[in-house]
Structures are given as structure tokens and as C-alpha cells.
């Protein structure tokens, strides 16, 4: 069981930028595909973007161009650079392997408002 922590969320204006990172408990985090989400409360969890154990990124069609995936697998820690960022990608951002780790971070919240 792979654990994930959460953070660099804030709240920032449509336009900016932030920086999220998702640290990993343990080495096998080289071996695993990544995943970033999003969820709104009362709506389910969104897949916004994820790269595999090769660094090969993909994104849903709303974020591709703003934000980018990567990782750093002698931190043990994926990133979500988030640029341009709209008052829709408002929500907060969860991190996970695939497949699935049972157990969820507790993620990081992104407000996007002026």
C-alpha cells in the first residue's frame, strides 16, 4: 500500500499559476503510472491528467495546454504545474497510482476567483 500527501493548492486569481505536489511513501512510486483528480463536492472525481512510468503525459481535453504533469522519481513526487487557470478548475486535487491505491491523500484545495 502506496500512501500519497497532498499539497501546494491556494487560492489564486483566473489567470495565475500554482503548483501542486504529491509525494509518495515508498520507492515503488518509480514503477507506477501516475494520476491527477479533481473533485467539486456533490460531484464525482474527474481524471484531469497522468503519465506513466516513462514520463509520458496525457490530459483531458479542458486542461491540455495549461497544465502539465511530471515527476520526479528520486523525490518520489509528482507535480501539476497549473497555468491559466479558470474559476472551473476550482475544486480539490487528489493524486493516486493506477491502478488504485485503496487509500486516498487527503488532497489539496485550488480556488480560482477574483
Known amino acids: 500500500q502506496v500512501r500519497f500527501v497532498e499539497s501546494g493548492g491556494g487560492l489564486v486569481q483566473p489567470g495565475g499559476s500554482l503548483k501542486l505536489s504529491c509525494v509518495a511513501s515508498?520507492?515503488?512510486?518509480?514503477?507506477?503510472?501516475m494520476d491527477w483528480y479533481r473533485q467539486v463536492p456533490g460531484n464525482q472525481r474527474e481524471l484531469v491528467a497522468q503519465?506513466?512510468?516513462?514520463?509520458?503525459?496525457t490530459y483531458i481535453e479542458s486542461v491540455r495546454g495549461r497544465f502539465t504533469i511530471s515527476r520526479d522519481n528520486t523525490k518520489r513526487t509528482l507535480y501539476l504545474q497549473m497555468d491559466n487557470l479558470k474559476p472551473d478548475d476550482t475544486a480539490i486535487y487528489y493524486c493516486?497510482?493506477?491502478?488504485?491505491?485503496?487509500?486516498w491523500g487527503q488532497g489539496t484545495q485550488v480556488t480560482v476567483s477574483s
Open positions: 515508498s520507492n515503488i512510486f518509480r514503477l507506477l503510472a
Open positions: 493516486n497510482s493506477k491502478p488504485v491505491q485503496e487509500q
Open positions: 503519465i506513466s512510468e516513462g514520463s509520458y503525459p
